[in-house]
Nanobody
Framework: QVQLVESGGGLVQAGGSLRLSCAAS???????MGWFRQAPGKEREFVAA????????RYADSMKGRFTISRDNAKNTVYLQMNSLKPEDTAVYYC?????????????????WGQGTQVTVSS
């Protein structure tokens, strides 16, 4: 069983930065770890993912250049560094884990989810 706990959300002004953390417990070495977000009234949206074993990454096109996903094997933690934040980035951000080796963007492929952390970007 894998448990995921997100932290680091909050209120930030447009143009600011936040770093989200996702602490994982359980065996996750061969997993893919993803970040998704969901704004009110909208569908859950892929943000970025990283393969735990080799660090391979994938980003949503709209996040490239602003967001960076990384992992710390020693701490069993995945991070999402978010820069140049915009009001449209406001959402609940979720960490998820996929047991397969593929770096996929479909949230339905992911097996484990954290509780989410709110990110609010003011204009």
């Amino acid at each position: 069983q894998v448990q995921l706990v997100e932290s680091g959300g909050g209120l930030v002004q447009a143009g600011g930065s936040l770093r989200l953390s996702c602490a994982a417990s359980g065996r996750t070495f061969n997993y893919v770890m993803g970040w998704f977000r969901q704004a009110p009234g909208k569908e859950r949206e892929f943000v970025a993912a990283v393969r735990w074993s080799d660090g391979g990454t994938r980003y949503a096109d709209s996040m490239k250049g602003r967001f960076t996903i990384s992992r710390d094997n020693a701490k069993n933690t995945v991070y999402l560094q978010m820069n140049s934040l915009k009001p449209e980035d406001t959402a609940v951000y979720y960490c998820a884990a996929d047991r397969t080796f593929r770096v996929v963007t479909d949230w339905q492929e992911y097996d484990y989810w954290g509780q989410g952390t709110q990110v609010t970007v003011s204009s």
